[in-house]
């Protein structure tokens, strides 16, 4: 079974401990960790990458000290070893230009405001991993009974 990882980032400890705990469910099938800024993350992605893990999600805050989630997800986004890598925004102080950017430059996969819904957040999570096994033509049936099913028959079709 393959290494997968979600990493989730956010400088504000209480945001960030509140997403880990709406995607606790998946650490029976997927590594979480977690960053408190851009660079802390980069930093990770290395080290995984480097372990031979697979960066399936990742999860940014918009507005941090530093690097933006923005231009963190755009550096994932650009860097060839992250290509299939999913990315999501979350945020509640973006304006309408940082959502363009995103969507432009850093290619996200979903744009979710805060507050969230957590059971939302979840099944995004679960779909976009589902999505990263089958782009990276990784084994599936190592995780079937954790995957996004609707992804699996679409994507056997």
Same mark, same amino acid.
């Given at each position: 079974?393959? %290494?997968?990882?979600?990493?989730?980032?956010?400088?504000? @400890?209480?945001?960030?401990? !509140?997403?880990?705990?709406? =995607?606790?469910? +998946?650490? &029976?099938?997927?590594? #979480?960790?977690?960053?408190?800024?851009?660079?802390?993350?980069?930093?990770?992605?290395?080290? +995984?990458?480097?372990?031979?893990?697979?960066?399936?999600?990742?999860?940014?805050?918009? #507005?941090?000290?530093?690097?933006?989630?923005?231009?963190?997800? &755009?550096?994932?986004? *650009?860097?060839?070893? $992250?290509?299939?890598? %999913?990315?999501?925004?979350?945020?509640?102080?973006?304006? *309408?230009?940082?959502? #363009?950017?995103?969507?432009?430059?850093? @290619?996200?996969?979903?744009?979710?405001? %805060?507050?969230?819904? !957590?059971?939302? =957040? +979840?099944?995004?999570?679960?779909? =976009?991993? &589902?999505?990263? #096994? $089958?782009? %990276?033509?990784?084994?599936? &049936?190592?995780?079937?009974? *954790?995957?996004?099913?609707?992804?699996?028959?679409? @994507?056997?079709?």
């Amino acid at each position: 079974m393959e %290494k997968l990882n979600l990493i989730c980032v956010d400088d504000q @400890r209480e945001v960030l401990s !509140a997403v880990l705990q709406d =995607l606790a469910p +998946l650490k &029976t099938w997927v590594n #979480i960790e977690e960053c408190e800024s851009a660079d802390e993350a980069l930093d990770l992605l290395d080290e +995984l990458d480097g372990e031979g893990g697979y960066i399936a999600l990742v999860i940014s805050d918009h #507005i941090m000290p530093g690097k933006n989630g923005v231009e963190l997800l &755009t550096d994932v986004s *650009h860097d060839y070893r $992250f290509l299939r890598t %999913k990315k999501v925004l979350l945020t509640g102080q973006a304006t *309408h230009q940082d959502t #363009i950017t995103a969507i432009n430059r850093a @290619r996200i996969e979903s744009y979710i405001e %805060k507050p969230w819904n !957590a059971s939302e =957040l +979840l099944a995004l999570a679960t779909r =976009l991993i &589902t999505e990263y #096994i $089958f782009d %990276k033509g990784l084994e599936y &049936t190592d995780y079937q009974e *954790h995957l996004d099913q609707q992804v699996v028959l679409d @994507r056997l079709r």
